[in-house]
């Protein structure tokens, strides 16, 4: 945890342009796609890149997802502003490609471990209120999107990215 907690944060000191990010399994319940949509809305307003970062970890079930993922980043009007990195060596090396955490679950998680890597190293979170997103987080600790679609989750992330000093706040209180 120490070493999450010591990653610089170059977007909250506004040394850069935010790095807005996926962590975790390319899975359909896992809601990837989001953030490729979410580059789509919200990209040509904010100066900001997106990742999605990890694979298909289960490819008898998942191929197919992930297959229409990368298709999907690759024809999207977002595409120069989307990068896809393969699955972090470690969840250091995972938060230090990103700034904004969008949790995209749309099923319940047990536990969100990507959740506690990014309170650790002080990176905001934008989720949905479901599974272990509401027992890890609050409301004091991160920004909720009102409804599970895309659209909310842009009006959440935008709200971060207006309010540096209310965004330094909520991670402080998370760590």
Do not use: C
């Amino acid at each position: 945890q120490r070493r999450l907690a010591e990653l610089a944060t170059p977007w909250l000191d506004g040394t850069a342009a935010p790095r807005i990010g996926f962590v975790g399994q390319i899975a359909s319940w896992k809601g990837p796609h989001l953030i490729v949509e979410l580059a789509e809305l919200i990209g040509r307003r904010q100066d900001a890149s997106f990742h999605l970062i990890g694979e298909v970890l289960f490819p008898e079930a998942e191929r197919r997802y992930g297959d229409w993922l990368r298709q999907r980043v690759g024809s999207s009007s977002a595409r120069d502003r989307i990068t896809w990195h393969s699955a972090a060596p470690s969840p250091e090396d995972a938060m230090n490609m990103i700034d904004i955490l969008v949790h995209t679950s749309t099923a319940p998680e047990p536990f969100g471990r990507v959740l506690v890597e990014a309170m650790a190293s002080h990176r905001p979170i934008v989720a949905f209120r479901r599974g272990s997103t509401t027992s890890v987080l609050s409301d004091q600790t991160a920004l909720f999107a009102s409804t599970d679609r895309v659209e909310d989750v842009a009006m959440s992330v935008e709200q971060l990215l207006t309010d540096r000093t209310a965004a330094r706040e909520m991670v402080a209180r998370a760590a």
